[in-house]
């Protein structure tokens, strides 16, 4: 075979690309695909305790059973007969088994400035519950809090309240696998580079591994947006926190106050808000780091008319969200998971059986009208995989519909996992 380029061209190519390779392989290691909650629920810190996951488990049942049932929701909020009959009992089992995925034990603006003294005793409390939580194998797949954000006038205050609830926790026993902490309205990569500080020297503390906590930063600043000096901030922070950011999570009215948005238009929909998280969707993408979006403070209460306009808001806007690939977003109150699972079931299994139609075709060569790339197939999949993992699906389903077992599922979804597991 005819051939120009020599041994030493080939390796001069390599030697230029080098630092490019290493870029890749450290800062865009695609998702590790691991389970991702659907959900945040934000709840005071003072009123935290180990059968709060429960409580509002009951309390969604309760608030449906008012309005005729799941199914009877189901045929409100829009959905077909059929597809009400599958999802219906799957969200009365979500409701009594794992009504809450993420809890978010605030100490921000949920808590408020109720002096130190109550704010240290209610940090210890929250960590002692959660503790109790983890021994008795209650405690929701994710936890952690929102301590008070780093801007000088609350910095110490969060400080010290991270530093008493994670010291606490740690005295307990093992942390929490699913463990995340929030660092609120941030505004500068200074304050997340601080934060990793602040991890470090409490693993050093603690005798924790290294890289044990990571937390999450939240959007709600137009400064992580456009900086002073016209660059994308939350672009830069991903890659300055030594691998402990584990998603960004939209702030709905933070953001939309500091752009003097009217109180009536402040909305998970505005333009201004879609055009804040598509930035970060381009930041985070390919570096493992996870999207939420915000929340609205439309509550499904009062009269039945009034409920049922705020489930049909809420049910609309978790599906909007999905559809622009956001597939987490916050809940702040009970009667608002009825419709988060609702909502996230129907799209999942409204788009399972095309999804898994074009896998089957992929995989096994089917000439049927469609061509789908490696790229497009590997969308097919992660879709899937989301179903399945937050229960939308079961493997059974997956297998008959798809011809593939779960972990060529994900090894389909994940092919970067796949050659560092084979290398």
Not at 163 to 175: H, M, Q
Not at 344 to 362: C, E, I, K, M
Request: charged share 25%.
């Amino acid at each position: 075979m005819a051939s120009s380029l020599t041994d030493n061209d080939v390796a001069r190519v390599d030697a230029r690309l080098e630092q490019t390779d290493e870029l890749l392989e450290r800062a865009y290691p695609g998702d590790d695909g691991s389970r991702q909650p659907i959900h945040t629920v934000y709840v005071p810190g003072h009123r935290y305790e180990p059968g709060l996951p429960a409580q509002w488990g009951a309390d969604a049942a309760e608030a449906v059973a008012a309005a005729g049932g799941t199914a009877a929701l189901c045929e409100k909020l829009g959905l077909d007969p059929l597809l009400t009959e599958e999802i219906a009992p799957l969200v009365d089992a979500k409701l009594a088994s794992e009504p809450i995925e993420d809890l978010r034990i605030d100490f921000e603006d949920g808590f408020g400035d109720q002096g130190d003294d109550a704010e240290d005793a209610a940090a210890v409390a929250a960590a002692e519950h959660v503790a109790t939580a983890v021994a008795e194998g209650t405690v929701t797949p994710f936890i952690g809090i929102r301590f008070k954000c780093f801007e000088k006038a609350t910095r110490h205050r969060g400080l010290a309240t991270l530093d008493r609830f994670v010291s606490t926790l740690a005295e307990a026993g093992p942390l929490p696998e699913g463990l995340i902490l929030t660092l609120p309205k941030v505004t500068t990569v200074d304050q997340v580079e601080a934060m990793v500080g602040v991890c470090e020297r409490l693993e050093d503390a603690l005798g924790l591994e290294k890289g044990r906590l990571r937390f999450e930063v939240q959007m709600e600043t137009p400064q992580l947006i456009l900086a002073a000096d016209g660059t994308v901030p939350v672009a830069q922070l991903l890659h300055r926190a030594d691998g402990r950011i584990t998603s960004l999570h939209y702030g709905t009215y933070d953001y939309s106050a500091a752009l003097q948005i009217a109180a009536e238009y402040q909305s998970m929909e505005h333009p201004a808000a879609d055009y804040a998280k598509q930035v970060m969707q381009v930041a985070v993408a390919e570096t493992g780091v996870r999207l939420s979006d915000g929340s609205t403070n439309i509550i499904p209460v009062g009269s039945p008319e009034a409920a049922l306009d705020a489930w049909k808001l809420h049910a609309r806007l978790v599906r909007r969200s999905l559809e622009r690939g956001y597939y987490q977003g916050w809940d702040l109150h009970a009667a608002q998971l009825p419709t988060r699972f609702i909502a996230s079931y129907a799209f999942y299994r409204q788009g399972f059986a095309a999804a898994a139609s074009r896998l089957d075709n992929y995989l096994h060569h089917t000439d049927a009208g469609i061509m789908d790339e490696p790229a497009t197939a590997r969308a097919l999949a992660r879709f899937v995989a989301r179903g399945l993992q937050c229960g939308a699906v079961t493997e059974a389903e997956i297998t008959d519909a798809a011809g593939i077992s779960t972990r060529e599922l994900m090894q389909l979804a994940h092919p970067k996992l796949t050659l560092k597991e084979n290398a």
